[in-house]
Nanobody, 120 residues
Framework: QVQLVESGGGLVQTGGSLRLSCAAS????????MGWYRQTPGKPRELVAS???????NYADSVKGRFTISRDNAKNTAYLQMNSLKPEDTAVYYC??????????????WGQGTQVTVSS
């Protein structure tokens, strides 16, 4: 099992910045990637950004140039630096870990979610 604890959400004005953190613990070996997803009511959860164990990153088009994902392998923590925030970034943000499991498909683990609200 992998446990994920998120922090850093909150209320910010348009153009402001927030930094989300996701600390992983438990069975944290064989992690393929860590990422951030977000969800608003009535919509499916969508990928915001991800980073592999090798450091390769992937971003949703809507956040490219504004958000930066990083990870500290020594602390088993991933970060999402969000700059130039827009009201449409308002959502619950979820940390995700994709973990390789022998003999099965990779398994996903999720944090509890943290609310990000951007006021206009």
């Amino acid at each position: 099992q992998v446990q994920l604890v998120e922090s850093g959400g909150g209320l910010v004005q348009t153009g402001g910045s927030l930094r989300l953190s996701c600390a992983a613990s438990g069975s944290i070996f064989n992690i393929i990637a860590m990422g951030w997803y977000r969800q608003t009511p009535g919509k499916p959860r969508e990928l915001v950004a991800s980073i592999t164990s090798g450091g390769s990153t992937n971003y949703a088009d809507s956040v490219k140039g504004r958000f930066t994902i990083s990870r500290d392998n020594a602390k088993n923590t991933a970060y999402l630096q969000m700059n130039s925030l827009k009201p449409e970034d308002t959502a619950v943000y979820y940390c995700n870990v994709e973990k390789w499991v022998a003999g099965t498909n990779p398994r996903d683990y999720w944090g509890q979610g943290t609310q990000v609200t951007v006021s206009s």
